[in-house]
T-cell receptor, first 111, second 114 residues
Framework: AQSVTQPDIHITVSEGASLELRCNYS??????LFWYVQSPGQGLQLLLK??????LVQGIKGFEAEFKRSQSSFNLRKPSVHWSDAAEYFC?????????FGTGTRLQVTL | KAGVTQTPRYLIKTRGQQVTLSCSPI?????VSWYQQTPGQGLQFLFE???????NKGNFPGRFSGRQFSNSRSEMNVSTLELGDSALYLC?????????????FGSGTQLSVL
């Protein structure tokens, strides 16, 4: 069965600093990988997704993620964080029309 | 286009009662999925409907059920509520429900079971 691990429960970064959120997955075949973001009291919004091809994918809001098959990782990055990026971030692996989510990483941004 | 609409936004019930939650997908979307979000278990898949048929089901007891109407609107029902059913229930829609499709999520229904 597929699974997703986000080892960091909570991360604090200063505004303008770079960000990397870690995600490791377990899946038998080529995975469908996603990053979603959830602001307080809101549903989830897709940041980016990977299915095949270029292992570096660009998403919305200046985010990017790199798929590394050898490390079973799909880490999310942003070169310069804005205060509005404070939210909870979920990595997910998809199969059979359903998503299996990690436990999420809460990002706090200090000014 | 209007987004995914979930009603009600908040709900308080007592143990043993039943509850029905509603989800209106984005116009043109035929797939509706439901997820339960709790602090302890995180986001867990409940089920997915496409063209009024349940295509996939998560690992939840039979007290959790759903249906989809011909206009793609969906409802989920939880019978004999337990304290552990307190959660944010999220609905998501997509055009075909393919694994590689973007899911559009509603803001959820916050259910509290007392």
């Amino acid at each position: 069965a597929q699974s997703v691990t986000q080892p960091d429960i909570h991360i604090t970064v200063s505004e303008g600093a770079s960000l990397e959120l870690r995600c490791n997955y377990s899946y038998g075949a080529t995975p469908y990988l996603f990053w979603y973001v959830q602001s307080p009291g809101q549903g989830l919004q897709l940041l980016l997704k990977y299915f095949s091809g270029d292992t570096l994918v660009q998403g919305i809001k200046g985010f990017e993620a790199e798929f590394k098959r050898s490390q079973s990782s799909f880490n999310l990055r942003k070169p310069s964080v804005h205060w509005s990026d404070a939210a909870e971030y979920f990595c997910a692996v998809g199969s059979n029309s359903k998503l299996t989510f990690g436990t999420g990483t809460r990002l706090q941004v200090t000014l | 286009k209007a987004g995914v609409t979930q009603t009600p936004r908040y709900l308080i019930k007592t143990r043993g009662q039943q509850v029905t939650l509603s989800c209106s997908p984005i116009s043109g979307h035929r797939s509706v999925s439901w997820y339960q979000q709790t602090p302890g278990q995180g986001l867990q898949f409940l089920f997915e409907y496409f063209s009024e048929t349940q295509r996939n089901k998560g690992n939840f007891p039979g007290r959790f059920s759903g249906r989809q109407f011909s206009n793609s609107r969906s409802e989920m029902n939880v019978s004999t509520l337990e304290l552990g059913d307190s959660a944010l229930y999220l609905c998501a829609s997509s055009v075909q429900g393919a694994t590689n499709e973007k899911l559009f999520f509603g803001s959820g229904t916050q259910l509290s079971v007392l």
